[in-house]
């Protein structure tokens, strides 16, 4: 699925667009919204990203000890760091939508066939051509029934409904 919008010459910008699955939001949205072993979980394994991987031992790193840290207390420092930190995101909507789920405009997760208002995204029937120089391009067909193409359906609500999408269907592990 494609992440962003990218047009010929331009490079790949980090920024979400009608049809690109891209989008950010800082961490610290998310991670109050989590059960005490989920945070413990993302705290693992932001701490094997930090500085501290460097200093362990070769047998701490051939131990992983992940269940331990899910059962012990939460690194709050470790979290509040990493709340600060922005998420890059891609292909939530592509997961969701293999799962037979959607997300409505404010966010809440609902079965594809069951958001009361026009779903966030869709997955629009296209006709695709490839010419002979390679370049690929793309119309509206109605009548398709194996090519879609992504497309955000409200732009500016999509980085925000996709974070509380991601914060109720996480928040729900305990």
């Known amino acids: 699925m494609p992440g962003f919008e990218v047009a010929p010459g331009d490079g790949v910008p980090f920024a979400g667009g009608e049809y690109g699955t891209f989008f ?4 610290k949205d ?3 919204r989590l059960s005490p072993r989920v945070r413990n979980y993302f705290a693992y394994m932001f701490k094997q990203g930090e500085a501290d991987r460097a200093r362990q031992t070769e047998a701490e790193a051939l131990r992983p000890n992940w269940l331990r840290y899910l059962e012990g207390p939460p690194d ?3 979290l509040e760091r990493q709340g600060e930190r922005a998420r890059n995101m891609w292909c939530t909507a592509g997961f969701l939508h293999a799962a ?5 405009p404010d966010g809440r997760i609902r079965g594809r066939g069951g958001v009361e208002a026009v779903p966030l995204y869709a997955f629009d029937p296209v006709r695709v051509r490839c010419g002979a120089d ?3 391009e793309w119309s509206p067909d109605p009548r398709s ?9 409200d732009v500016e609500r999509y980085p925000g409904a996709m974070t509380a ?3 109720e269907l996480l928040g729900s592990l305990r």
Not at 145 to 153: M, N
């Open 76 to 78: 709050e420092a470790l």
């Open 134 to 136: 390679g370049r690929t």
């Open 145 to 153: 029934r194996d090519r879609f193409l992504f497309h955000v359906r």
């Open 24 to 27: 950010r939001f800082p961490q």
């Open 165 to 167: 999408a991601l914060g």
């Open 100 to 104: 037979g789920l959607s997300v409505a």
């Open 30 to 32: 998310l991670l109050p």
